[in-house]
């Protein structure tokens, strides 16, 4: 689904993806590794957390968790 986009235009879209992958895992450490399947890195923030496509670290935005 996701992997097959070049960029995600809606954070909205993105933010359904996280909270999706995150329910199947066990730790935050486990769902830092799924993403960076996908190509994403994650960062935590106080707002939440910072999102980036993987390899350039182009920032994406924040997203609410």
């Not at 960029?7 to 879209?13: A, I, K």
């Not at 993105?14 to 066990?26: D, I």
């Not at 960076?36 to 939440?48: E, L, Q, T």
């Not at 910072?50 to 390899?55: L, N």
């Amino acid at each position: 689904m996701f992997a097959e986009m070049n960029t995600p235009t809606d954070l909205g879209e993105l933010r359904h993806f996280l909270v999706a992958e995150r329910q199947k895992t066990l730790s935050d450490t486990e769902w830092k590794f799924r993403l960076r399947g996908y190509g994403f890195h994650v960062k935590r923030v106080s707002d939440g957390v910072m999102v980036a496509r993987i390899p350039k670290n182009e920032i994406l935005g924040c997203v609410k968790m």
